[in-house]
């Protein structure tokens, strides 16, 4: 019999988790990562807030932490990425950037984040996002099922087919007052434009407030047929 890929054997454990930890809470979800995969896991964090870092450093204060480095991000993002580096100094940030700049990538195609979003979100958040998850065995994101209506069904440990390894949402379950309880109770960073009422931050050029009533995510891309950049979904 031919012995299982690692990508088979990672299989079996996500979906053997995701039944286990249904209803883990995320210290619970955190703890089972570091003991599953030791080394081999990172947290993806958009540098929104530091809640999933302050819960995963918990548990391993040297945690990698991967940021997108788009080239188009807000001042106030890149801000938090560098207070993280100084609140946390155990976390190593691994920063992962497309193949062109921002200059060579309008140079050959224009401004994609007006003609052609899905492109551009495919050459500077997803493309680095493979290269850097194919070094790990699984990694844990900050998804939360109130987010939007396409993130409503978020298992808290999945196994994630298109990047082929395993994927941990602690926070999944956690309501916005969880959250912001949780945010405010342990003083942690968030990003300042939260306050200027941006729920959901991404590039500059791509991120408006959204509208009364609206969920947090419909500042994204606001006006396209578009909802995910294509990390999630």
């Not at 100094?89 to 007006?114: C, H, M, T, W, Y």
């Not at 899905?118 to 699984?138: I, Q």
């Not at 991404?202 to 009533?213: D, M, Q, R, S, V």
Request: charged share 25%.
């Amino acid at each position: 019999m031919t012995a299982p890929t690692r990508a088979e054997e990672l299989k079996v454990i996500a979906e053997a988790a995701s039944v286990e930890l249904a209803d883990a809470s995320a210290e619970e979800a955190l703890a089972w990562t570091a003991r599953t995969f030791g080394d081999s896991w990172i947290v993806a964090s958009n540098m929104q807030d530091a809640v999933l870092i302050d819960l995963a450093v918990k548990v391993k204060p040297d945690v990698d932490v991967l940021f997108l480095e788009t080239g188009y991000h807000f001042p106030e993002t890149i801000g938090v990425r560098d207070a993280v580096d100084l609140v946390y100094p155990g976390v190593r940030i691994v920063n992962a950037a497309a193949e062109q700049s921002v200059a060579d990538q309008e140079a050959e195609f224009g401004q994609l984040f007006k003609t052609d979003p899905g492109k551009c979100c495919h050459l500077r958040k997803v493309v680095p996002l493979r290269r850097e998850l194919a070094k790990y065995d699984a990694w844990v994101t900050g998804v939360r099922r109130v987010d939007a209506p396409t993130r409503a069904n978020t298992p808290i440990v999945q196994w994630d087919e298109r990047n082929g390894l395993v994927k941990v949402n602690p926070i999944a379950p956690w309501s916005d007052d969880e959250f912001n309880g949780y945010l405010h109770e342990h003083g942690i960073l968030e990003n300042l434009l939260v306050q200027q009422g941006y729920p959901s931050i991404g590039c500059a050029p791509c991120t408006a407030k959204p509208l009364p009533g609206q969920d947090a995510r419909s500042g994204r891309w606001a006006g396209l047929a578009k909802t995910e950049c294509g990390l999630h979904g």
